[in-house]
């Protein structure tokens, strides 16, 4: 197998060095590394920035079941083209990943295809239907070795099933990764509850409706001294929920969308349902307390929710459209704009929300390590002087919602190496890695 030699790369930001990826492994570190050019492709990174390979918490890859929306492999090459190495699958597919069964396939699928590790996520209900526990403990034994249980798509609404939930996943250090949408709040929400709804004659989905969840569950996992995870949280006062909470010492962690650190909701005046997402875009205040949670750490992380959807599901009216956008191939170019060249991150920080911190919680072992000698060979290459202007089209996804149609975004991902293999390299697609 042939040795990668990056030269000049610059280890998160830093200043440059030579990294030497050999059988799966960091080998070396150091500048002007002196190898035998036989068997090593060496990789001009002069410029380049060098992650650990990105880890997603929060990736809807549709297969079984909506293989026309996306399927592993193509979601896993979107995946890679993004900077990620390992991304976890949500169970909202048909059928739902709810068995041993289906989360075994949808894993073998991810590492048959070569492009991205993929670790299932589990249900917490049956079907996701909210009426009693599925078989957490057989997920989490199976060769797929699922720790993150979610009903996404769909909120645990039932306080006494929650608590159940967050009391059996204890038992293989499992966390519950909840959807705070309280149901009865949002029956027919379209998008924000505020001015611009009533303005706009679409049915609100309000602030509180993500809070009062959110409140209850931090204290369900205080009661019962289990880890907890809020996804896409969007509110100014989610955020100061969960900041209450941590310092409380409550086990729990959040993640925030790349549209929700961008985004607001004043785009729904145009109508066009390629803003239509769960939850819904919020106001530039959210915007600006999701962008502050993240920069004092009480927004451990950074998930992409890639939610793709075939375009009879986005090209009709609004009220009709599906929920969700498409986001693994502009995220880190998303969270560059908006919080690494506004100064409120480092790239050493982008490292820990994207790809440290989303590992731990999702326990995956082999994914979101430093990078230093000795530690698997998942490294992302990205340019952050590069600029492009988005193109639908322009994607490995089967899928097109993309929000960001026509924006001039800065960063590309330069190359991903998974196991010390390429998956992209001079940004395009490799024929993955197989062993
Ligand atoms: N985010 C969305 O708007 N949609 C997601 C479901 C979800 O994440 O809640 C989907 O599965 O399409
Ligand atoms: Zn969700
Ligand atoms: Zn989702």
Redesign the pocket.
């Known amino acids: 197998m042939t040795a990668y030699l990056l030269r000049d790369a610059r280890p998160l930001g830093g200043d440059p060095t030579d990294l030497l990826l050999r059988d799966g492994v960091i080998v070396a570190i150091g500048a002007d590394l002196d190898v035998d050019a036989q068997d090593v492709t060496v990789v001009d990174a002069d410029g380049l920035v060098a992650l650990p390979g990105l880890v997603d918490l ?1 990736t ?1 890859l549709r297969e079984p079941g909506r293989e026309d929306a996306e399927t592993v492999l193509t979601g896993t090459q979107s995946a890679a083209r993004g900077g990620f190495t390992c991304v976890h699958a ?1 169970a ?1 597919t048909s059928p739902v990943a709810d068995t041993a069964g289906v989360v075994e396939q949808v894993w073998r699928l991810g590492r048959e295809g070569g492009f991205c590790d993929v670790q299932p996520v589990g249900a917490v209900t049956v079907g996701l239907k909210g009426e009693r526990l599925a078989e957490l403990g057989a997920m989490a034994d199976s060769a797929a070795g699922v720790r993150v249980f979610s009903d ?2 769909i909120c645990v609404s039932d306080a006494v099933l929650m608590r159940r939930a967050l009391e059996y996943v204890k038992a293989f250090d499992g966390v519950v990764a909840q ?1 705070a949408q309280e149901p009865r709040l949002t029956e027919g929400a379209q998008m924000n509850e505020g001015a611009l709804s009533g303005e706009l004659g679409l049915v609100g989905w309000p602030a509180v409706a993500e809070e009062a969840i959110i409140a209850r569950d931090v204290l369900l996992a205080e009661h019962v001294g289990s880890r907890l995870h809020v ?2 949280l969007s509110t100014r006062g989610s955020v100061e929920i969960v900041r209450w909470a941590k310092s409380r010492g409550i086990d729990v962690t959040a993640e925030v969308t790349p549209h929700h650190l961008l985004l607001t909701d004043e785009l729904v005046r145009s109508y066009d349902p390629i803003y ?3 939850p819904p875009l919020r106001t530039a205040d959210d915007v600006a307390a999701v962008r502050e949670g993240l920069a004092d750490g009480t927004i451990d992380i950074v998930a992409t ?1 890639h ?1 793709p ?1 075939p375009m009879e599901d986005k090209e009709c009216e609004f009220a009709a459209a ?4 498409i986001g693994l191939e502009t995220a880190l170019s998303i969270v560059q704009q908006t919080m690494v060249d506004t100064g409120a991150l480092t790239w050493e920080q982008v490292a820990e929300a994207m790809s440290a911190r989303p590992a731990r919680i999702g326990r995956v072992a082999e994914h979101g390590r430093p990078l230093a000698v000795g530690e698997p060979a998942h490294v992302v290459l990205y340019d952050p002087s590069a600029t492009r202007t988005v193109t639908p089209g322009d994607t490995a996804s089967l899928s097109r919602n993309t929000p960001y149609a026509g924006h001039e975004l800065p960063g590309r991902v330069v190359a991903t190496f998974l196991r010390g293999v390429p998956t992209v390299l001079s940004g395009e697609l490799t024929e993955g890695v197989h062993a």
């Open positions: 929060h809807h949500m909202n996404d798509g959807h996804c896409h239509k997402v769960n929710d939610a959807h599906a929920f969700g956008m």
